[in-house]
């Protein structure tokens, strides 16, 4: 966390950021300052510390190195200020790295501001953090120094972290100790009790932060300029469940399956009717022939048990012969074709229909070498029927004895 900032303040800003003014300030090892607006570690950063000795009122701003060496390094060893670059304030006094230098090694850092990556996935989009009126950021922070090989001394420093505000728990869970005020400030530089340290390591809960996003350009350490603290705009992509994303491939699935069963079924009540024409006995009476608009009117009638009784016994006792009641009733709307209402009302007869009526003649008496002499009689008794319904039926006159009563 913290782990770039943004420094570009001239040598006389560090001293007035800290709230030094009226108190005498030495400078060391400026020369190595370069502003930059994307200072990483191990970069050459100005920090204000106490001045050695008996002076508690002195204070110097040394350049040191960001990313703490600690003093106790081998020399053989290769300096790596990535590895230390913060520390923790909950575990200052733990670390053997951080324990010996809070007491007389505390230092404070001013920065403009800081830059912060906010994690989408695989993608990251930094944001930059500053205070609303644009002063300097005072951060918390512990220095140390080295001697390399070659003898010389380096000075280096990290800044120390807390747990992230409310206000920025949502781009990252630590920030940096920032001290807002001259109190605090004061306190972390030349306080010497130790205890009364905690209640300045805390978030900073002001309301005075602002923060935009920038470039991920900046990741690199090569970029640098005015771009790296330049506003854009974020593209918001629409996140969608995964879940959306299967349901949609499910919906596609079951297409087929919302197609109009009827047409499905079709087909195979086509092919069970041509069964029937060829083998009657073999026909289910769950799926009647349907071959033309007249046979459909017709099922609705047979679907009655009432009725299916009445024909069973019309067809019965008279055997093949029909009233004309009977044949007005069941066939008005179909013209010769007595075989077929045969067929369909003979093999639509459940055997526990027949059953049901003592002394009549079963279904399997109509067997096949019978149905054709039935049917030359149905033709017969059908046409004697028409006959004399002509001339003796007067409740139903015919065009033709209209015209004979007018002759």
């Not at 003979?346 to 149905?371: C, F, H, M, W």
Request: charged content about 30%.
């Amino acid at each position: 966390m913290c782990g770039r900032a943004r420094c570009t303040l001239r040598p006389d800003d560090f001293h007035r950021s800290c709230h030094l003014n009226g108190r005498p300030v030495r400078h060391v090892n400026m020369e190595r300052y370069r502003p930059s607006n994307n200072v990483a570690p191990g970069f050459n950063v100005p920090v204000v510390r106490r001045e050695d000795g008996g002076d508690c009122n002195g204070a110097v701003v040394h350049c040191m190195k960001w990313g703490l060496i600690p003093s106790f390094t081998k020399k053989s060893e290769k300096p790596d200020h990535f590895r230390m670059f913060n520390a923790r304030s909950e575990s200052i006094r733990e670390k053997a790295s951080f324990r010996r230098l809070v007491p007389n090694n505390r230092c404070l850092v001013a920065f403009e501001g800081f830059y912060e990556w906010k994690k989408d996935g695989s993608r990251k989009q930094p944001y930059y953090i500053h205070f609303k009126d644009g002063r300097p950021l005072v951060f918390a922070a512990l220095f140390d120094s080295w001697k390399n090989p070659e003898g010389e001394v380096l000075y280096t420093f990290t800044i120390v972290t807390t747990s992230s505000s409310s206000a920025l728990e949502w781009l990252h869970d630590r920030m940096p100790v920032i001290l807002g005020n001259k109190d605090s400030t004061d306190r972390w530089l030349n306080d010497s009790s130790l205890p009364n340290l905690d209640t300045i390591l805390k978030p900073y809960e002001e309301t005075d932060l602002a923060w935009y996003p920038v470039t991920p350009a900046m990741g690199k350490l090569s970029f640098d300029g005015p771009e790296c603290i330049k506003e854009i705009p974020v593209k918001t992509e629409e996140t969608r469940p995964i879940s959306q994303f299967f349901s949609k491939g499910e919906n596609r699935g079951l297409e087929p399956k919302l197609e109009n069963p009827t047409l499905k079924d079709e087909p195979v009540v086509i092919n069970q009717q041509k069964d029937t024409k060829e083998e009657p006995e073999s026909q289910d009476s769950d799926h009647p022939s349907t071959t033309n608009k007249d046979d459909y009117d017709i099922k609705p009638k047979l679907k009655s048990p009432s009725t299916k009784d009445e024909h069973i016994k019309i067809n019965q006792q008279k055997g093949t012969k029909d009233e004309p009641e009977t044949q007005h009733k069941y066939h008005q709307s179909i013209s010769n074709e007595d075989d077929y209402d045969i067929k369909t009302d003979v093999t639509q007869v459940s055997v526990e229909g027949v059953a049901q009526i003592p002394g009549k003649r079963n279904y399997e008496e109509l067997s096949s070498d019978a149905k054709p002499i039935a049917r030359e009689t149905d033709r017969l008794s059908a046409s004697s029927v028409r006959k004399k319904s002509k001339s003796a039926d007067d409740k139903q006159p015919t065009l033709l004895s209209y015209f004979r009563k007018t002759q």
